[in-house]
């Protein structure tokens, strides 16, 4: 792991608040007949998160505010009219919500985070994991996975390049506020791009977003 990567993991670990907006887009490759003879499908999401540290108290289960927001775009947008998702913590508990099952409680946030990663392409995932311990176990952390990471451009945009398992990933990091700007994550099959905007740290967020009802 580079020095690189670890002072961005100490700047997420050390903020007190974060909001940003983005989008991922989404690539897969077709197999088979699944998607109607087309060779490539392109899907995504719009995703906004919010976050304050221990607003509701260390002592508490889930002491932090946090909410994790995404409407799909592309292809699987087409295939219904409701297209919002979010995961939120706050004084009530631990909430999601989906198209397809509405909103109901979850019993812990990393619980939440794990059942929307796959619906999210892992943007919920990176992002919670990155602010909080306790997301996911550090040895199955996406993040201690990354193998042979060299540097491959140091100017205002770090970008760094990685091995995993199956595939490979770029990550860009923005050399002022020490945050990832971008991930592109490519596997065989599919290749997922995250871009973070209008990220604003450590700045003043009204809690009324982490609302459950507010959608």
């Given at each position: 792991m580079t020095a690189i990567l670890e002072t961005v993991f100490q700047t997420y670990r050390g903020l007190q608040s974060y909001s940003d907006s983005g989008t991922v887009t989404v690539e897969i490759e077709s197999i088979g007949k699944k998607f109607s003879g087309?060779?490539?499908l392109l899907t995504g999401s719009i995703f906004a998160t919010n976050f304050m540290r221990n607003a509701l108290g260390s002592s508490a289960k889930e002491p932090h505010l946090f909410r994790y927001q995404f409407?799909?775009?592309?292809?699987?947008?087409?295939?219904?009219?409701?297209n919002l998702n979010f995961i939120c913590s706050n004084h009530e508990g631990v909430f999601q919500r989906s198209p397809e099952e509405?909103?109901?409680?979850?019993p812990s946030l990393a619980l939440a985070v794990a059942d929307s990663a796959a619906v999210s392409f892992a943007g919920s995932y990176y992002i919670a994991s990155l602010l909080m311990s306790g997301i996911v176990a550090e040895k199955q952390w996406f993040f201690n996975r990354l193998s042979d990471l060299e540097?491959?451009?140091?100017?205002?945009?770090?970008?760094?390049?990685?091995?995993i398992k199956d595939g490979l990933v770029d990550l860009f990091v923005d050399s002022e506020k020490?945050?990832?700007s971008q991930l592109i994550v490519a596997r065989?099959?599919?290749?997922?791009?995250?871009?973070?905007?209008?990220?604003?740290?450590?700045?003043?967020?009204?809690?009324r977003i982490f609302d459950q009802y507010r959608f």
């Open positions: 087309e060779k490539k409407t799909s775009t592309g292809h699987f947008a087409e295939l219904k009219e409701d509405g909103l109901s409680p979850s540097v491959v451009e140091n100017s205002e945009q770090i970008q760094l390049r990685a091995k020490l945050i990832f065989p099959t599919s290749t997922a791009n995250f871009v973070w905007q209008d990220t604003v740290l450590n700045g003043e967020i009204n809690t």
